[in-house]
């Protein structure tokens, strides 16, 4: 099934309400008199092709990469975004692939039911996208909304040129992110890519910019479209297309605490496999890997006559804490109850009647972690009475989750001992 981020395009993109957040707020400048933390402002007197060539001498510098080819940045406004993104977003989708994926969201209520994975997905990017850069067609868009060149437009390119570098010394195809069955270990490569160029921008724009050209920058987060875009959007969707630059940020800053970018370049070439990973950096440094999730045999059969499996991903730690949170859970007590992750394995179920469930199997690291999430689980279980069961016997690891009519009785197979 389709990545739930709504996609499988690999490329990676700049997000303009955060990009200004990540860039103002999440390093604080060291100002001079002057407001000034850099050796010189970029000009925006200068022809776009001289400011570019600059910005790429400096993230060069900061990253300590060099590019082997040149990719011109192409300038585009809004619209021209938005007929991109409709076009890359339908040659990679198909119409069965998102239905799969709208089926999963919608039947663990991440998704409203009826919502358009499409649209929704298209209306957040269109607002909010900044720029982008795609591996596969070797392309650096940034999007001008001002008609001017201004802050945005330059911390954008740091961003964006910062993936260039990332894609031709590492290959960023190579990082499996179009496996269409592991969405959790795809999100969190995601994050480290996009923690990567995050983390460039924000030393590229507190040595560069002045503090009027922050003040624009700050300005650019506010934009009411913006805003509006990120109001509307699923809650899923907002916090699965945020993580990437928030806590992708704060994992490269791990490494970096203790390796510098040659920390970041290893990670690149020996990436993380989960989510939880990223939550939780030393568990990447001590390599502790998901546990591969198997589910029984024969699932769809066990929920009866004209039931068949439709497809399978891992959801991980991230998604099953917003999935908490989605079912009443307070966020705290959602990040407690999903820490102790090990892994999981999800169906989606389809049976007759046009009827859909998903069966969820769920393995922690601790007995207690399980207790933990089968309690929490339950609170966002309890609105969906007889159409939800919870599975899980004391002093086990294993908690299974059933949802759909015709299916909730699957719960006790699924938490069963897996041969």
Known sequence: MPHFRGGRRPATFALAALL????????????????????????????????????????????????????????????????NLQAEFDTENTPAELAVAEDVLITLGLLPTGTSLRAATLDFQGANVAGYYSPDKDQLFVV??????????????????????????????????DVADRSDRSLARLAL????????????????????????LLGSALDPKALEALRRAPAFLRD????????????????????????????LRDPPDSTEQI???????????????TLPAGLAAKAGAGWSE???DTLGEVVLGIWLRQGGVTLAEARTASAGWGGDRLA???????????????????????????????????????????????????VAVAIGPGVAALAT??????G
């Open 20 to 83: 200004a957040v990540a860039a103002c707020g999440t390093v604080a400048p060291t100002t001079g008199p002057s407001g000034f933390t850099g050796t010189e402002p970029p000009s925006t007197t200068l022809p776009a092709t001289e400011l570019y060539a600059q910005i790429r001498a400096d993230v060069i510098a900061i990253r300590g990469l060099q590019p082997t080819k040149a990719v011109d940045p192409v300038t585009i406004d809004e619209a021209t975004l938005r007929s």
């Open 144 to 177: 001008n909304r001002s008609g001017r060149l201004g802050a945005a437009d330059l911390v954008t390119y740091a961003h964006e040129f910062t993936h260039q570098l990332q894609d031709q010394r590492i290959d960023l195809n190579a990082l499996g992110l």
């Open 193 to 216: 890519i996009e923690g990567d160029a995050v983390s460039v921008q924000n030393t590229w724009t507190t040595e560069h910019l002045t503090s009027q050209q922050l003040g624009e």
């Open 240 to 267: 699965t297309a945020l993580f990437p630059y928030t806590d992708g940020l704060a994992f490269v800053s791990r490494l970096l605490s203790s390796g510098g970018y040659a920390a970041v370049d290893a990670a």
């Open 279 to 293: 939550l939780h950096p030393d568990r990447y440094l001590k390599r502790q890997a998901p546990i591969e999730v």
């Open 310 to 312: 439709a497809g399978r």
């Open 348 to 398: 989606l179920l389809r049976g007759p009647g046009g009827a859909v469930g998903v069966a969820l199997r769920t393995e922690w690291d601790t007995s207690a972690d399980a207790d933990e999430f089968a309690t929490a689980a339950a609170t966002a279980l309890a609105p969906r009475g007889s159409a939800a069961s919870l599975a899980h016997a004391a002093g086990s690891k294993v």
């Open 413 to 418: 197979s699924l938490a069963a001992a897996v």
